[in-house]
C-alpha cells in the first residue's frame, strides 16, 4: 500500500476518533473505540473497524448508532479532511479485544496465581 493511502488512513482514523469523541451526542453509543480504518485505493469504500466494551446488547445499539449518525460524521470528515471524493462508511466491529480478554481468562484459569 502507498505511504500516501497510509498516511490519509492515519489521518481519518485520528479525525473520525475526534468526531465520535467529541460531535456525535448519541447515548447508545457507548464507549467507542476505533481500532482501524481501511480505505479502498480507489478512495470510494473506508472500512472501519472499532470495539465496544460491554454486553450483546450494547454493541448492537452502539452499532446501531454508528448507523444514524454515519451521514453526519461523513459531512464532518469531509470538512476536516483533505480528500479528493468522500468514501462510503462500512463499519465492522473489531473482534480482537474480545479474544484477549477470553485468552486472558483462560490463562488466569490454567496459570497460578503470583504470590
Do not use: C, W
Given at each position: 500500500?502507498?505511504?500516501?493511502?497510509?498516511?490519509?488512513?492515519?489521518?481519518?482514523?485520528?479525525?473520525?476518533?475526534?468526531?465520535?469523541?467529541?460531535?456525535?451526542?448519541?447515548?447508545?453509543?457507548?464507549?467507542?473505540?476505533?481500532?482501524?480504518?481501511?480505505?479502498?485505493?480507489?478512495?470510494?469504500?473506508l472500512t472501519i473497524y472499532y470495539t465496544?466494551?460491554?454486553?450483546?446488547?450494547?454493541?448492537?445499539?452502539?452499532?446501531?448508532?454508528?448507523?444514524?449518525?454515519?451521514?453526519?460524521?461523513?459531512?464532518?470528515?469531509?470538512?476536516?479532511?483533505?480528500?479528493?471524493?468522500?468514501?462510503?462508511?462500512?463499519?465492522?466491529?473489531?473482534?480482537?479485544?474480545?479474544?484477549?480478554?477470553?485468552?486472558?481468562?483462560?490463562?488466569?484459569?490454567?496459570?497460578?496465581?503470583?504470590?
Amino acid at each position: 500500500m502507498s505511504n500516501k493511502i497510509e498516511h490519509l488512513q492515519t489521518t481519518i482514523q485520528r479525525t473520525l476518533s475526534e468526531i465520535y469523541r467529541r460531535e456525535v451526542k448519541d447515548d447508545n453509543l457507548g464507549f467507542l473505540t476505533i481500532t482501524a480504518v481501511d480505505l479502498t485505493k480507489d478512495l470510494s469504500y473506508l472500512t472501519i473497524y472499532y470495539t465496544i466494551l460491554g454486553d450483546d446488547t450494547t454493541k448492537e445499539e452502539s452499532y446501531q448508532a454508528l448507523l444514524r449518525s454515519r451521514k453526519f460524521v461523513k459531512t464532518l470528515m469531509a470538512q476536516r479532511v483533505k480528500i479528493r471524493k468522500v468514501p462510503e462508511f462500512r463499519f465492522k466491529y473489531d473482534k480482537s479485544l474480545d479474544r484477549g480478554n477470553r485468552i486472558t481468562e483462560g490463562l488466569k484459569e490454567v496459570l497460578p496465581e503470583d504470590e
